[in-house]
């Protein structure tokens, strides 16, 4: 079965950091793209950015680029998003996703969520 | 940067047709992938490449793409099929864009 695992969830205060993950399982990680979502509270979907594990190719939404830095280690099919300094303006559900084996394809199969918490 | 716009509501009778619209400039040129949210739950794909349904997912789902606007249609509408509904396109210049959601309500 192919699925993606996320990390549990966080509470955090404003300017620690953190790295939350996404472990694949059930096919080649390093083939297929995966993409990290952003959900606020009540909100829509956004993307922050994809990666492709084979090579770490590694693409930003403007939003998110130089927020977050997203990392993958395909020795262990894990991929990462993570903060040097949260705010509490990122308390959101994060979810990863897998694409296909180009960036235009759909986002097939999504991980559990991580909701994070930034809170003093 | 590109830009998808979705009606933030639309309702629907049990048994009628659903049709949830996702507007964006000559999107007919790209491809639409569609994502079902239900509550406390991770997106489910829905619809990808326009009009083609991942496994599992029932025939009453289809999608259209031309012009400048793209339709998910749901027939036969159940009181399961009520969700939060977004459009998806990738983009040379924006790459991966999401439509802002469409909260489908079966009456």
């Known amino acids: 079965e192919v699925q993606l695992v996320q990390s549990g969830a966080e509470v955090k205060k404003p300017g620690e950091s953190l790295k939350i993950s996404c472990k694949g399982s059930?096919?080649?990680?390093?083939?297929?793209?995966i993409g990290w979502v952003r959900q606020m509270p009540g909100k829509g979907l956004e993307w922050m950015g994809i990666?492709?594990?084979?090579?770490?190719?590694?693409r930003y939404s403007p939003s998110f680029q130089g927020q977050v830095t997203i990392s993958a280690d395909k020795s262990i099919s894990t991929a990462y998003l993570q903060w040097s300094s949260l705010k509490a303006s990122d308390t959101a559900m994060y979810y990863c996703?897998?694409?296909?084996?180009?960036?235009?394809?759909?986002?097939?199969?999504w991980g559990q969520g991580t909701m994070v918490t930034v809170s003093s | 940067s590109y830009v998808l716009t979705q009606p933030p509501s639309v309702s629907v009778a049990p048994g009628k047709t659903a049709r949830i619209t996702c507007g964006g400039n000559?999107?007919?040129?790209?491809?639409v992938h569609w994502y079902q949210q239900k509550p406390g739950q991770a997106p489910v794909l829905v619809i990808y490449?326009?009009?083609d349904r991942p496994s599992g997912i029932p025939e009453r789902f289809s999608g259209s793409n031309s012009g400048n606007t793209a339709t998910l249609t749901i027939s036969r509408v159940e009181a399961g099929d009520e969700a939060d509904y977004y459009c998806?396109?990738?983009?040379?210049?924006?790459?991966?864009?999401f439509g802002g959601g469409t909260k489908l309500t079966v009456l």
């Open positions: 996703a897998k694409a296909g084996t180009t960036v235009r394809d759909a986002f097939d199969i």
């Open positions: 059930g096919y080649s990680f390093t083939s297929y793209w």
């Open positions: 990666i492709y594990p084979g090579d770490s190719d590694t």
């Open positions: 000559n999107i007919g040129s790209k491809s």
């Open positions: 490449y326009d009009s």
């Open positions: 998806q396109v990738w983009d040379s210049s924006s790459d991966v864009v």
